[in-house]
């Protein structure tokens, strides 16, 4: 993805009174437009979008997750490991839920697929025109840190190509945030090697 379109997704988020980082990413992405013209869903249509909503929200809202999500502040090493297996043997867990979601056909078919290119706190970044801006929308996306869980999320298009956050657990805004710390803090390793190879130059 350009740095133009990465400020570009700043830009109108700032216009939108929205002040948050949005990192570059790549997350597929399936989403629909719902009936409902407020956040509080008031339409019986989308009444199936809120029940898979809260199945999701239930078998992804673990406790080694959040834990995990506290861990960078935990000095004691052995914690950490001892964290960081638990989360490898809840995700091997997950792999099975994931098989039994799709075997019972519990995820809901979306009219649209695509690909989130930015992802902030509180925003969904697609590249394309896919959305109406004012309209809400139901989606869903795997973050690949937590390649199994799968979170939904309702939103408001802001513009033509990024959603607003406007309904979600707290523990899957943990883990968005969470992520997104992890990706900047990559990216930073990134320049700083890139830095060191350029003056050992």
Not at 25 to 40: G, L
Not at 162 to 176: E, F, G, K, P, W
Request: charged residues 20%; negative net charge; aromatic residues 6%.
């Amino acid at each position: 993805m350009s740095s133009d379109l990465l400020h570009d997704f700043i830009r109108t988020t700032q216009e939108c009174g929205i002040q948050t980082r949005i990192i570059e990413c790549r997350i597929p992405v399936d989403f629909t437009m719902i009936h409902s013209q407020t956040n509080t869903l008031e339409s019986s249509d989308d009444i199936k979008f809120l029940q898979e909503y809260e199945t999701l929200s239930a078998m992804g809202h673990d406790l080694i997750a959040q834990a995990m999500h506290f861990a960078s502040k935990e000095k004691s090493t052995s914690l950490i490991l001892v964290l960081e297996l638990l989360v490898d043997l809840q995700q091997r867990l997950s792999k099975i839920e994931s098989h039994i979601l799709q075997e019972k056909n519990i995820l809901l078919p979306l009219e649209v697929q695509g690909v989130l290119y930015g992802l902030g706190h509180g925003v969904l970044c697609v590249k394309e025109s896919a959305f109406i801006k004012g309209r809400f929308y139901y989606a869903r996306f795997c973050l690949p840190n937590f390649s199994q869980r799968v979170i939904g999320v309702f939103a408001c298009a802001i513009a033509e190509n990024i959603l607003q956050i406007v309904r979600i657990h707290s523990h899957n805004t943990q883990a968005i945030d969470s992520f997104i710390v992890s990706m900047e803090m990559e990216q930073l390793r990134q320049r700083q090697l890139q830095q060191r190879i350029k003056n050992d130059d």
